[in-house]
T-cell receptor, first 112, second 112 residues
Framework: EAEVAQSPRYKITEKSQAVAFWCDPI?????LYWYRQILGQGPELLVQ????????DSQLPKDRFSAERLKGVDSTLKIQPAELGDSAMYLC??????????FGPGTRLTVL | ELKVEQNPLFLSMQEGKNYTIYCNYS?????LYWYRQDPGKSLESLFV?????AVKQEGRLMASLDTKARLSTLHITAAVHDLSATYFC????????????FGAGTRLTVKP
């Protein structure tokens, strides 16, 4: 069964360091999302891609976060510099049309 | 801005009982999704509701959508311990925009 892949699964870093997360969506899924989920809350959309184009990044803190999907397939989310408040689960999801989104296992980030 | 509200946020129920989780959203949309999340895990798709009056059932869970009231319900029948999890509803912004926004989640605990 096709799955969304994410790496790493866990990341511990010190504040002010740079971190990067990778996502490989299900093949053929044009829409890719990055969400941040703080413990006890719902996923918050950071950025949405349609193929290689950013559709919505209104909630992305652009002073420190960046995201790209250069070839319209896999995607990278970067944080530089990381802050204590960035500790969360970072979820990648992909989707085809109006079908339900498929979520990856997530990357749990801890900033010390 | 699209807002999605769920209630209750916490639900503790006994095995064998019935209960309903509610999901209200603020703008016109006819695409609503329910997900389940187990502790420390990613999100699993449960239901996709794509039209007014849509009803979907899987085992002890039944979801419905009333687009005029901007309300979806997730009904639990004869709860069992395995249903303990956090349940999220999510709504598309619509208008060909696949931007999916999530509610805060309902943490369900089913006790023997």
């Amino acid at each position: 069964e096709a799955e969304v892949a994410q790496s790493p699964r866990y990341k511990i870093t010190e504040k002010s360091q740079a971190v990067a997360f990778w996502c490989d969506p299900i093949s053929g899924h044009a829409t890719l999302y990055w969400y941040r989920q703080i413990l006890g809350q719902g996923p918050e959309l950071l950025v949405q891609f349609q193929d290689e184009s950013v559709v919505d990044d209104s909630q992305l803190p652009k002073d420190r976060f960046s995201a790209e999907r250069l070839k319209g397939v896999d995607s990278t989310l970067k944080i530089q510099p990381a802050e204590l408040g960035d500790s969360a689960m970072y979820l990648c999801a992909s989707r085809s049309g109006t079908a339900s989104s498929f979520f990856g296992p997530g990357t749990r980030l801890t900033v010390l | 801005e699209l807002k999605v509200e769920q209630n209750p946020l916490f639900l503790s129920m006994q095995e064998g009982k019935n209960y309903t989780i509610y999901c209200n959203y603020s703008t016109t949309s006819d695409r609503l999704y329910w997900y389940r999340q187990d502790p420390g895990k990613s999100l699993e798709s449960l239901f996709v509701l794509l039209s007014n009056g849509a009803v979907k059932q899987e085992g002890r869970l039944m979801a419905s959508l009333d687009t005029k009231a901007r309300l979806s319900t997730l009904h639990i029948t004869a709860a069992v311990h395995d249903l303990s999890a956090t349940y999220f509803c999510a709504v598309d912004k619509g208008h060909n925009n696949n931007d999916m926004r999530f509610g805060a989640g309902t943490r369900l605990t089913v006790k023997p």
